[in-house]
T-cell receptor
Framework: AQSVTQLGSHVSVSEGALVLLRCNYSSSVPPYLFWYVQYPNQGLQLLLKYTSAATLVKGINGFEAEFKKSETSFHLTKPSAHMSDAAEYFC?????????FGTGTSLTVIP | GAVVSQHPSRVICKSGTSVKIECRSLDFQATTMFWYRQFPKKSLMLMATSNEGSKATYEQGVEKDKFLINHASLTLSTLTVTSAHPEDSSFYICSEQTSGNEQFFGPGTRLTVL
């Protein structure tokens, strides 16, 4: 069975500060892991995905995530937050043909 | 990546009416599409898996007679909310999954039942 846990439903950072959004996964098989971003009243946009290639995955908008098997983690980071990064972020794990989403983390960027 | 569209993007209806939401795959033949429901400030809840040419597979707790899914072609799946009530108000999102094990999401449909 697959699942993901996002620690922290709300994260606030200052503009220009490091963004760190946490995601831990549980999977009985090598996982496919994803981070999605959702802006208000919009669908989900893929930020990046891990599919068992490089453990450090670079995505769009300057985001990246590192797959750490020993920690069962796939945390999302960005060195310097922009105001436009304010949104809801979802971590997901793929098992078969189903996705399992975390509960989401709302990112607020303080000017 | 694949492009998925949804129509309408927003709908307001009276209680007791039925509402149909379309999900189209614009550049990919999707044998499987997914329907999610998202409550405010909540994560996505998978409602059902829509299979082209066959019956949808519903998740536990989702009323199949309430949420009718039809996947008549490789590019179109529809979700019909029958006899809608205010508690059905929500954000409905569809997605398709490619062979690369990745899902592409539609822009969502905001349903408000008065």
């Amino acid at each position: 069975a697959q699942s993901v846990t996002q620690l922290g439903s709300h994260v606030s950072v200052s503009e220009g500060a490091l963004v760190l959004l946490r995601c831990n996964y549980s999977s009985s098989v090598p996982p496919y892991l994803f981070w999605y971003v959702q802006y208000p009243n919009q669908g989900l946009q893929l930020l990046l995905k891990y599919t068992s290639a490089a453990t450090l995955v670079k995505g769009i908008n300057g985001f990246e995530a590192e797959f750490k098997k020993s920690e069962t983690s796939f945390h999302l980071t960005k060195p310097s937050a922009h105001m436009s990064d304010a949104a809801e972020y979802f971590c997901a794990v793929s098992g078969g043909n189903q996705f399992y989403f975390g509960t989401g983390t709302s990112l607020t960027v303080i000017p | 990546g694949a492009v998925v569209s949804q129509h309408p993007s927003r709908v307001i209806c009276k209680s007791g009416t039925s509402v149909k939401i379309e999900c189209r795959s614009l550049d990919f033949q999707a044998t499987t599409m997914f329907w999610y429901r998202q409550f405010p400030k909540k994560s996505l809840m998978l409602m059902a898996t829509s299979n082209e040419g066959s019956k949808a597979t519903y998740e536990q707790g989702v009323e199949k007679d309430k949420f009718l899914i039809n996947h008549a072609s490789l590019t179109l799946s529809t979700l019909t909310v029958t006899s809608a009530h205010p508690e059905d108000s929500s954000f409905y999102i569809c997605s398709e999954q490619t062979s690369g094990n990745e899902q592409f999401f539609g822009p969502g449909t905001r349903l408000t039942v008065l």
